[in-house]
């Protein structure tokens, strides 16, 4: 029984100094695990719109044609398209924002969002930065901020001047679940699907407990590079923070009342370009021709060299095209 | 916290000499003197995994079996994720066939992606109430499982992402997941062969991990 007593003594003691050797932080606490948002940073550049705040900045002559970036997600942040901001150089007035509740922009409440929602806020992102009514203004969008693009003028055809869409993951629900099928394969025996769902069981987080939220998702990222990915991405891109509650608030508009960017893009007569990455085997040609043929008038370019993440990769490929249909439309 | 943690680990040590998840066991089958029970498990524990348990049957009033295990998540890389549990169950309470019996365990896990290394002390408890004969058996189960303090070290990758990210432990709990399933199982010679499954909900009964559900496959041989 001394014997035993003294085993156990021995672990627990060296567990303790173990446990010891490092301070102990707070999981609630703000910025320990994701960076602080616009809100609790004063030092991160933002704008106030439409009953939010949002991290946003800009590059170039504020007189120049406009050129508004939308990430990815929803819940990603514009990070991983900074690139596009080099367009700056070629006579275009820049935006970057991350959209409500993305990246460092504010949070809000799950049942809060609305697809009108970040719409409004685009008009007002447009407004705020707009310097002359006669000022033209362009979207580049990428992934769900391509979709985003495309109900914007699915809704005011009349006000955008021109629109780059990078592989839209679909611009209604039927073209999402298909390009959900080709993209999001799981062996489940494989180490990305255990990196992605084993740590289910560390960290759980409440609906209101933000930042561990955010901090999860984000840490289960890397299932989207993994080794072999359909859609061609060779590694981690940079992220400041996914907003997981819009995330998944927007899923369940989706799956729930389903959505429809198309139903007024024949209304949209200006050329629209599309581009997809040549190594993203989920979206490829076929997806860009089905996508595209919602358009009146649209060209399709391939992006050599790369997959769904073309910006952050392989811009070297993405700028000469982009720069060639924003100049033919300045 | 670390008072706490190291208090549980000293007093299940202290209860399980015999260093040793709970195993699915059929009472009704299990003899006296039957001392060691061996388990080989597979199944889908929020991921896929292969587990390895042993359990010592106590000569004691009330029935009392002091556990040990392992599982191992599938993946190409074997040692990243895993889980091991140390501690015991016991039966408290029989009218004829149906009976009452409670586990109690403390958890060491670790997970690792290319992002974070993370490592667990948790504790779970269940009960499980059901019909007991020597061939089969047949019960519900309702557990908890709570990540009490969990170290996390974070890889270059995520640095960059987040260069002011704090590495170390983390407290108060950064998470728990309630479990309610069905258990039951066919038992010859030494022999169980046992299946579990049901459903996971995270403690704040809104939201559910991914794959909100559990399954589990076990072999149970039993020696003097």
């Known amino acids: 029984m001394k014997t035993k007593t003294l085993y156990s003594a021995v672990i627990a003691v060296s567990i303790f100094f173990f446990m010891g050797c490092e301070n102990e932080n707070d999981i609630n606490e703000s910025g320990y695990l994701v960076p602080k948002t616009v809100d609790e940073d004063p030092s991160i550049p933002s704008i106030f719109v439409?009953?939010?705040?949002?991290?946003?900045?800009?590059?170039?002559?504020?007189?120049?044609?406009?050129?508004?970036?939308?990430h990815g997600g929803p819940g990603s942040d514009?990070?991983?398209?900074?690139?596009?901001?080099?367009?700056?150089?070629?006579?275009?007035?820049?935006?970057?924002?991350?959209?409500?509740?993305?990246?460092?922009?504010?949070?809000?409440?799950?049942?809060?969002?609305?697809?009108?929602?970040?719409?409004?806020?685009?008009?007002?992102?447009?407004?705020?930065?707009?310097?002359?009514?006669?000022?033209?203004?362009?979207?580049?969008?990428?992934?769900?901020?391509?979709?985003?693009?495309?109900a914007y003028v699915n809704q005011y055809p009349n006000s955008i001047n021109g629109v780059i869409l990078a592989e839209p993951g679909g611009l209604n629900k039927k073209l999402l679940d298909e390009y959900g099928e080709m993209s999001r394969k799981i062996n489940i025996f494989s180490e990305v699907t255990s990196n992605l769902l084993y740590v289910d069981q560390f960290i759980t987080g409440k609906?209101?407990?933000?930042?561990?939220?955010?901090?999860?998702?984000?840490?289960?990222?890397?299932?989207?590079?993994?080794?072999?990915?359909?859609?061609?991405?060779?590694?981690?891109?940079?992220?400041?923070?996914?907003?997981?509650?819009?995330?998944?608030?927007?899923?369940?508009?989706?799956?729930?009342?389903?959505?429809?960017?198309?139903?007024?893009?024949?209304?949209?007569?200006?050329?629209?370009?599309?581009?997809?990455?040549e190594l993203n085997k989920s979206y490829g040609l076929t997806f860009a021709q089905k996508e595209a043929s919602y358009f009146?008038?649209?060209?399709?370019?391939?992006?050599?060299?790369?997959g769904h993440e073309m910006i952050y990769f392989k811009w070297e490929n993405v700028e000469p095209l982009v720069l060639n249909y924003l100049n033919n439309l300045k | 916290m670390k008072a706490i943690i190291a208090l549980i680990v000293f007093l299940i040590s202290l209860l399980t000499t015999h260093i040793s998840q709970a195993q699915t066991i059929n009472w009704e089958s299990l003899e006296k003197n039957q001392k060691h029970i061996l388990n080989l498990n597979a199944g889908w524990d929020y991921s896929f995994v292969y587990g390895l348990s042993y359990g010592y049957h106590l000569k004691t009033e009330l029935p009392i079996i002091l556990e040990s295990s392992i599982s191992l998540a599938s993946g190409e890389v074997i040692f990243d994720d895993f889980k091991t549990k140390i501690g015991g169950q016991i039966h408290v309470y029989q009218i004829?066939?149906?009976?009452?019996?409670?586990?109690?365990?403390?958890?060491y896990r670790r997970y690792e992606n290319p992002l974070v290394t993370l490592q667990n002390f948790g504790v779970d408890a269940g009960v499980v109430i059901g019909y007991y004969e020597p061939k089969w058996f047949a019960s519900?189960?309702?557990?908890?499982?709570?990540?009490?303090?969990?170290?996390?070290?974070?890889?270059?990758?995520?640095?960059?992402?987040?260069?002011?990210?704090?590495?170390?432990?983390?407290?108060?709990?950064?998470?728990?997941?309630?479990?309610?399933?069905?258990?039951?199982?066919?038992?010859?010679?030494?022999?169980?062969?046992?299946?579990?499954?049901?459903k996971v909900m995270t403690q704040d009964f809104k939201t559910t991990p991914l794959i909100p559900f559990y399954v589990q496959l076990g072999y149970n041989y039993k020696l003097d």
């Open chain 1, 207 to 277: 609906e209101n407990q933000h930042a561990i939220l955010d901090y999860k998702y984000g840490i289960s990222s890397s299932f989207t590079y993994a080794k072999g990915n359909d859609e061609g991405i060779p590694g981690p891109s940079p992220f400041w923070r996914i907003g997981t509650t819009v995330l998944e608030s927007f899923v369940a508009i989706s799956e729930n009342e389903g959505f429809d960017f198309t139903t007024n893009l024949d209304q949209y007569q200006t050329k629209v370009l599309f581009l997809y990455g």
């Open chain 1, 296 to 306: 009146p008038v649209s060209e399709i370019a391939e992006v050599k060299g790369t």
């Open chain 2, 140 to 198: 519900g189960e309702f557990g908890f499982d709570k990540a009490i303090v969990t170290h996390f070290k974070h890889s270059d990758i995520y640095k960059d992402v987040y260069p002011d990210v704090k590495n170390g432990w983390y407290e108060p709990s950064t998470g728990g997941n309630f479990n309610f399933g069905v258990q039951g199982g066919y038992s010859f010679d030494r022999s169980d062969i046992t299946l579990r499954a049901g």
């Open chain 1, 50 to 70: 439409n009953g939010t705040q949002l991290h946003s900045e800009t590059f170039g002559n504020p007189t120049n044609p406009m050129l508004i970036f939308l």
């Open chain 1, 78 to 150: 514009y990070r991983n398209g900074l690139n596009v901001q080099q367009l700056a150089k070629e006579g275009f007035y820049v935006v970057f924002y991350d959209q409500r509740g993305s990246g460092l922009s504010k949070r809000h409440d799950k049942k809060s969002y609305s697809i009108q929602l970040v719409l409004d806020d685009l008009t007002e992102v447009i407004k705020y930065y707009k310097t002359s009514p006669s000022q033209k203004v362009f979207l580049f969008g990428h992934s769900w901020g391509a979709m985003l693009a495309s």
């Open chain 2, 96 to 107: 004829k066939n149906f009976r009452f019996n409670a586990s109690l365990h403390g958890i």
